[in-house]
């Protein structure tokens, strides 16, 4: 038997057939447990080495599905700060952002809100490499490099 090979007669390879339905109860939610709905913000905090952030604005809901919009943001400036720095250099490459307008010429696109098993909604997959949630309203946090 060669590599790949795939022996019908070999009892443990037996192979497993699958159906369109699914032997999980289907999911119901009340009303007070849909929260991403048109109007909400949701962010997208993001990276490796560094932390960026992407605000969204949700412009449509159908079903499970929202229709979203990137959104300009704008570096938070507290006006009562909590104390000074130590040094110039403690708080480089690093700030907090806010969220402001919908970014004009940016299309909106299509993403599946992710629903828990007891009808919670959890977020957002922006992308392979982000989920969304729900923008509290506070700042959101980012380091970078440059």
């Known amino acids: 038997m060669g590599i790949g090979h795939f022996d019908v007669d070999d009892k ?5 057939r699958r159906t369109a339905k699914s032997s999980r109860p ?44 990137e959104m300009n943001q704008e570096e938070y400036k507290n006006p009562n700060p909590p104390r000074e720095p130590r040094s110039p250099n403690e708080l480089w490459g690093q700030g907090q ?15 599946m809100v992710r629903i828990d098993r007891d009808g919670k ?14 923008w509290d309203g506070k ?3 980012y380091t970078s490099y440059a």
């Open 12 to 16: 443990r390879r037996k192979p497993v």
């Open 26 to 69: 289907a999911v119901h939610q009340s009303s007070d447990q849909v929260i991403y709905i048109p109007g909400e913000i949701i962010y997208n905090s993001w990276g490796y080495d560094q932390t960026n952030i992407d605000f969204y604005k949700i412009l449509e809901r159908k079903g499970n599905y929202i229709t979203i919009v």
């Open 97 to 111: 952002v806010v969220p402001t307008t919908v970014k004009s010429g940016d299309k909106p696109f299509r993403r």
């Open 121 to 134: 909604e959890l977020g957002v997959q922006i992308a392979s490499y982000g989920w969304a949630k729900l």
């Open 139 to 141: 700042p959101a946090h």
